[in-house]
């Protein structure tokens, strides 16, 4: 499906084979070659040429979480998602938490001109982690200036 404000839309390989970042063999593997001991379904997809890897779903442990991501990727999703986290985290119980959640990343997907469903920090690559860095940022800039 394509969204008129995009030129193309984007497929998320839940199985992949190819990396993303520099194109070598990825393997489906245990994540204690990561970390050291298994976390969350205890299951990764791992480039064997640059390193870069993706967790999986823990009731789904075969389907990627998103993109395979490098270290740098991986620091500018955490700095982008804490940021964001701020803007709908701060609902008094689960059900207005959702709600605040489902409204910023709303916001956030015609900010960044793609469809809602591509709207996932796993599935950002590295020029979307930076878009989405400077679009948060300058958010938070006017909503301190407005506040």
């Known amino acids: 499906m394509q969204n008129k404000n995009t030129k193309e839309t984007k497929k998320i390989d839940l199985h992949p084979k190819k990396c993303n970042i520099c194109g070598g063999l990825v393997i489906y593997t245990n994540n204690n070659l990561i970390y050291g001991k298994s976390y969350g379904s205890g299951k990764c997809y791992l480039c064997t040429q640059c390193g870069s890897y993706v967790g999986t779903h823990e009731p789904r442990p075969t389907e990627a979480l998103g ?3 490098d270290s740098q990727m991986r620091t500018l999703k955490k700095k982008c998602h804490s940021i964001f986290d701020e803007f709908w985290n701060c609902g008094s119980n689960g ?5 605040l959640r489902n409204m910023a990343y709303k916001r956030l997907a015609t900010m960044m001109r793609i469809p809602l469903e ?13 878009k ?3 679009l948060i940022h300058g958010n938070i800039q006017m909503s301190r200036k407005s506040g």
């Not at 059900?95 to 709600?99: A, I």
């Open 67 to 69: 993109l395979l991501a």
């Open 132 to 134: 989405d860095q400077r």
């Open 95 to 99: 059900k207005q938490r959702r709600y």
């Open 118 to 130: 591509e709207c996932h920090f796993g599935y950002f690559d590295l020029l979307q982690l930076k």
